[in-house]
């Protein structure tokens, strides 16, 4: 994670940290302290700019205790949490739509001490296009060329899937870093490609691809509880797990379903297996993530959490030190 300073202000990415007493100061109250926040506040971020499809780590530090942390990116809110243990470091998750134009975006993060002192953060992020690649496919006709009937059961659960990551669970769920759905599987493909089907442009891949056969167990990314369990015209029978704040994975193409809407989920708990339902050219696991309805790579979720969580057990060692 890299800690916002006065060189990466000069790279297009700029701070402000504010506090106040009675609300928030302007601008030029800051002082000769531009680029740092408040002796006492960090803000880091965990990557100076995105691209498309991609996940930020925000980190607010503070000697004092925050609370009514929150945040705002280019009008998608930021949802923030307290690690355990920890009561003067807030974190919070940043997504980048895979389609979300190229330009910067202010991020502001406001909060307040337990004093009723205010502080608020912005920080310029750029967002840059991301490279992803086309693919030609051959799929089932009717998934191409749908007729009336297929079409408004399209629509009807586009807009189902869209009124469930529209809710936000006020709370975490999960807890730790997330996990690959599938036992020894490291990686996948296809996520963000535009794609070209039977001839006729498609909609870009908002999902990773798992290599699976039939019948390959699939296991829950992360605690949370199972939004969605059914079948669905393009991604055939599909689990959707809600983790909370924002946050929901995505299980498409299932042979069969093993949870039903309502269950509450541990990590790694079986959610179905693997299957070539709905718009498939073979068996695979359709592996989706969204935070703040925001498509991202999943992988980067799994590799940004797993990462933290792997520099705090070092700095624990290093603290501590070993015999």
């Not at 296991?219 to 669905?232: I, P, S």
């Not at 995505?250 to 949870?259: A, K, N, P, R, T």
């Not at 809407?261 to 297996?273: I, P």
Request: charge should be positive.
């Amino acid at each position: 994670m890299r800690l916002i300073d006065g060189n990466v202000a000069r790279k297009r990415l700029v701070l402000v940290c504010l506090v106040a007493s009675a609300g928030f100061l302007p601008a030029g109250a800051v002082g000769k302290e531009a680029g740092a926040c408040t002796p006492g506040t960090e803000l880091r971020l965990s990557a100076p700019e995105s691209s498309q499809g991609s996940l930020l780590l925000i980190e607010l530090k503070s000697a004092l205790q925050l609370t009514e942390v929150k945040g705002d990116w280019g009008g998608r809110k930021v949802a923030f949490w307290q690690e355990s243990g920890k009561e003067g470091i807030q974190r919070g998750l940043v997504g980048v739509d895979l389609e979300k134009a190229p330009g910067e975006y202010e991020l502001k993060v406001t909060g307040q001490t337990a004093s009723g002192e205010k502080i608020v953060c912005r920080a310029m992020v750029e967002v840059k296009k991301g490279q992803f690649a086309t693919e030609k496919l051959q799929v089932g006709k009717q998934f191409v060329e749908p007729n009336p009937e297929q079409i408004k059961r399209a629509n009807e659960e586009l807009q189902k899937l869209r009124e469930i990551f529209d809710r936000v669970t006020p709370e975490r769920l999960w807890d730790g870093p997330f996990r690959i759905p599938l036992e020894g599987v490291t990686t996948g493909s296809n996520f963000g490609k535009r794609r070209i089907l039977n001839g006729n442009p498609g909609s870009p891949h908002g999902g990773m691809d798992l290599p699976g056969t039939t019948g390959t167990p699939v296991h829950a990314a992360q605690r949370g509880r199972v939004a969605l369990a059914e079948e669905l015209f393009f991604s055939g029978n599909t689990v959707v797990v809600d983790h909370g704040l924002g946050i929901y994975t995505f299980y498409g193409h299932l042979s069969e379903i093993d949870v039903k809407v309502g269950d509450a989920v541990e990590t790694g708990a079986l959610l179905g297996k693997v299957g070539a339902t709905g718009r498939v050219t073979g068996p695979h696991l359709h592996w989706g993530l969204t935070v703040e309805r925001a498509r991202v790579n999943p992988l980067v979720l799994v590799r940004l959490l797993s990462s933290t969580a792997s520099e705090e057990n070092r700095r624990k060692s290093s603290k501590h030190g070993t015999n």
